[in-house]
Every structure is written in C-alpha cells, then in structure tokens.
C-alpha cells in the first residue's frame, strides 16, 4: 500500500495536539516509513519573515504576507515547499505527475522575485513515521486516507481544509467511532 500523494485525514479521535483535526499531504511512502508535510495549520509567521532571516530579497509584495505552515514536529527549523508545476529546482521530491516538495534555497529565492512556482505552500517542519508506524496507526483508525485534491491543497482557506478533505470521503465523522470494527 503506497499513499504518496494522499491526505491523511486525522481521525476525531486522533488527540496528539500535533495532528488533532489536521489534514497532511503524504510526500512520501515506502517500506522504510512516511513522510508528510500538515497543510492546515498555519503560523503567525509569514514568508516574507522567514525570507528576511534568510537574507533572500523580496521583489514580489505579495509573498510578504504569504503563509507559513507548521508542517509537523519534526525539524520545525526546516523549511519545505510544496508547489505545482514541479520545475527543476536544486532539491526536489516529485510527488505525483503535477506536484513536487522541495527543500533548497533557489526556490524560495524565486518565490521572492515573483518567479517561482504557479502554487504553492509553505511549511516548517515534517511529519515523519518509521516502517510500518503509519500502517499501524491506520489499522487503529487514527487516520483515513484520500487521493490528495489540488484545490484543498492550495486553495481552500486552512481552516476549512479538514472539512473539506472529510467530505471527500462521503461519511460523516461525527457518526464514526475511534474503535477498530469487529463482526
């Protein structure tokens, strides 16, 4: 089972303040474990900030007050982008056909300019799960998966992305229980 670019959907049940009602975008999957970036928790920090501390000049007003994720609690200091079209950036995790992940200078340099990618989100820090973790978590229904939607993505405000990534699955949540089903 290979869940690169879907949703993982935190279950209501899922109380770890980390990934309490959040929606993560599965960058990768493999045997070897996860990784994921949260798409709907922004910080009150903008881009403009982060590009300022990393001395990258900002040609392009609006990137200013562009967003910034906390995409999980690994590496929070770490910055990641993901962003479609792909390009050829110097670091760069394709993910799917039309989105990528990257992790290098160059595009957030772009970005600044007002060069960079058509869409994009902005994220510090990752989402991580050793071999078999997330497989183990899903069994025990903190999570749900769903093929990962461009629009929730990089359109939909972040507080409704939960919402709408739920709706997605056609159930109701709130009619779900957090145990495992037995017959």
């Known amino acids: 089972m290979d869940l690169t670019n879907q949703f993982l959907i935190a279950m209501p049940n899922l109380t770890d303040p980390n ?44 990137v ?15 910055g990641f982008v993901i962003h479609r079209p792909p390009g050829s950036w110097d670091a760069v995790l394709p993910v799917g056909d039309h989105v990528a992940v990257a992790t290098s200078r160059d595009i957030l340099a772009a970005i600044a300019r007002g060069e960079g990618p058509d869409e994009v989100v902005v994220a510090l820090g990752y989402a991580g799960w050793g071999a078999g973790q997330l497989e183990r978590e899903l069994a025990e229904n ?42």
């Open 64 to 78: 200013h007050t562009m967003p910034v994720c906390q995409g999980g609690p690994v590496q929070k200091e770490r």
């Open 142 to 183: 903190a999570w749900l998966s769903v093929p990962a939607s461009a629009d929730i993505l990089f359109q939909a405000p972040f507080e409704k992305r939960w919402e709408m990534a739920v709706q997605m699955l056609g159930v109701d949540l709130s009619r779900l229980s957090g145990e495992a089903g037995h017959a």
């Open 19 to 62: 990934f309490y009602r959040t929606v993560t975008f599965l960058c990768a999957h493999n045997n070897e474990g996860a990784m994921g970036i949260v798409i709907n928790r922004p910080l009150s920090l903008s881009l403009g900030e982060i590009l300022g501390h990393m001395e990258i000049p900002l040609g392009d007003s609006q």
